[in-house]
């Protein structure tokens, strides 16, 4: 079968690999319909991230199951969507619902990202997958949700929901303020995310037009972030989303945030070095989370919150071009790219 591989910043190339076989009666095979662009994806290709290559890139799809154990909770031309990460369902942290560290995997396992644990486990942009656990792994894709409009819900779109949605339930009404830029897409499902869950005001700051424009078409009002000038808080968020992945916007997000308030770090600050206005955070009383996203314990919830109408991360999708085109299309800035076949 073809897989994409990514080889280096900017090189990609199609590979002939073994296709996968079912090894358990719990396991699938399923083919990728439409996979999306991971806002990560970009700063791989770009060699703006430290992922060395050569690997299966792709890792946010729904797909077609082609084969299926006995017990595999699935069958042969079921729509379903795969989380990007690899989770049992069984062992201690799968059950407390930390998918993101089932410890029958490799820490940091997870499709088409082989550098966080070191271990291959296959690509999204390939003729095929194979699934683990599929009786935990797949959740079918509800009728009448389009493949293209939840394909980014294995990472993206999870990622963005959870973090507003959480402290939305705990302080239900607030006001939201979502800091954009460097997670492109994230930043934007948490702000429609936040529209749809019932927050008071969503304020949407990026520096770019064409994201402003997607978030006010997901029902938030948005305004130029505008640091450089030295823009500082006119106002004070209960929940604040810090999505630029900068120290300014890191700093200015600490500000932001009113007394008491919740702060979502979605954004990977690279190098690991990124100063954290602690003194200020302190007196306020924040809280401060900051993780990769559960992918699978994070679907039931997100995508009732997709079907329920209010919340439409389709919005954010700037391209759909063929699976054949996705090395060349890898590096377009965005915000969402989707491809199929
Ligand atoms: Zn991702
Ligand atoms: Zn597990």
């Given at each position: 079968?073809?897989?994409?591989?990514?080889?280096?910043?900017g090189?990609?190339?199609?590979?002939?690999?073994?296709?996968?076989?079912?090894?358990?009666?719990?396991?699938?095979?399923?083919a990728?319909?439409?996979?999306?662009?991971?806002?990560?994806?970009?700063?791989?290709?770009?060699?703006?991230?430290p992922?060395?290559?050569?690997?299966a890139?792709?890792?946010?799809?729904?797909a077609r199951?082609?084969?299926?154990?006995?017990?595999?909770?699935?069958?042969?031309?079921?729509?379903?969507?795969?989380?990007?990460?690899?989770?049992?369902?069984?062992?201690?942290?799968?059950?407390?619902?930390?998918?993101?560290?089932?410890e029958?995997?490799?820490?940091?396992?997870?499709?088409?990202?082989?550098?966080?644990?070191?271990?291959?486990?296959?690509?999204?942009?390939?003729?095929?997958?194979?699934?683990?656990?599929?009786?935990?792994?797949?959740?079918?894709?509800?009728?009448?949700?389009?493949?293209?409009?939840?394909?980014s819900?294995?990472?993206?779109i999870?990622d963005?929901?959870?973090?507003?949605?959480?402290?939305?339930t705990?302080?239900?009404?607030?006001?939201?303020?979502?800091?954009?830029?460097?997670?492109?897409?994230?930043?934007?499902?948490?702000?429609?995310?936040?529209?749809?869950l019932?927050?008071?005001?969503?304020?949407?700051?990026d520096d770019?037009?064409?994201?402003?424009?997607?978030?006010?078409?997901?029902?938030?009002?948005?305004e130029?972030?505008?640091?450089?000038e030295?823009?500082q808080?006119?106002e004070?968020?209960?929940i604040?989303?810090?999505?630029?992945?900068?120290?300014e916007?890191?700093?200015?997000?600490?500000?932001?945030?009113a007394?008491?308030?919740?702060?979502?770090?979605?954004?990977?600050?690279?190098?690991?070095?990124t100063?954290?206005?602690?003194?200020?955070?302190?007196?306020?009383?924040?809280?401060f989370?900051?993780?990769r996203?559960?992918?699978?314990?994070t679907?039931p919830?997100a995508?009732s919150?997709?079907?329920?109408?209010?919340?439409?991360?389709?919005?954010?999708?700037?391209?759909?071009?063929?699976?054949?085109?996705?090395?060349?299309?890898?590096?377009?800035?965005?915000?969402?790219?989707?491809?199929?076949r």
């Amino acid at each position: 079968m073809q897989q994409l591989t990514f080889l280096s910043p900017g090189k990609f190339e199609w590979r002939d690999v073994p296709a996968p076989k079912l090894a358990a009666d719990t396991d699938a095979i399923v083919a990728p319909v439409a996979v999306a662009r991971c806002d990560l994806d970009l700063y791989i290709a770009i060699g703006a991230a430290p992922y060395p290559g050569p690997f299966a890139f792709g890792h946010e799809t729904v797909a077609r199951v082609v084969e299926a154990g006995s017990a595999s909770g699935v069958r042969p031309g079921d729509l379903v969507v795969v989380p990007f990460q690899l989770s049992c369902g069984r062992c201690r942290n799968c059950r407390r619902g930390h998918t993101n560290a089932c410890e029958a995997y490799p820490f940091g396992a997870a499709y088409g990202l082989k550098p966080t644990s070191k271990t291959e486990f296959g690509g999204a942009l390939s003729d095929l997958m194979y699934v683990p656990f599929a009786d935990h792994m797949l959740v079918h894709l509800p009728a009448g949700i389009d493949p293209v409009a939840a394909a980014s819900l294995s990472d993206n779109i999870a990622d963005g929901w959870r973090g507003v949605a959480a402290p939305l339930t705990e302080r239900p009404g607030a006001a939201v303020l979502v800091v954009g830029g460097l997670a492109r897409s994230v930043g934007l499902y948490a702000a429609g995310a936040a529209v749809a869950l019932g927050a008071g005001r969503v304020l949407y700051l990026d520096d770019d037009a064409g994201r402003r424009a997607a978030a006010e078409a997901m029902g938030a009002v948005s305004e130029p972030l505008a640091l450089a000038e030295g823009r500082q808080p006119g106002e004070q968020f209960e929940i604040v989303v810090e999505a630029a992945g900068t120290v300014e916007a890191l700093g200015f997000a600490v500000n932001a945030c009113a007394p008491n308030g919740y702060l979502a770090g979605l954004s990977i600050h690279f190098g690991n070095k990124t100063p954290m206005p602690l003194t200020a955070a302190y007196l306020k009383g924040l809280t401060f989370h900051t993780s990769r996203v559960h992918s699978r314990a994070t679907f039931p919830e997100a995508l009732s919150c997709m079907t329920c109408g209010r919340f439409h991360p389709e919005r954010v999708t700037s391209r759909v071009v063929p699976f054949a085109e996705a090395g060349e299309a890898m590096t377009d800035p965005g915000p969402k790219i989707v491809f199929t076949r």
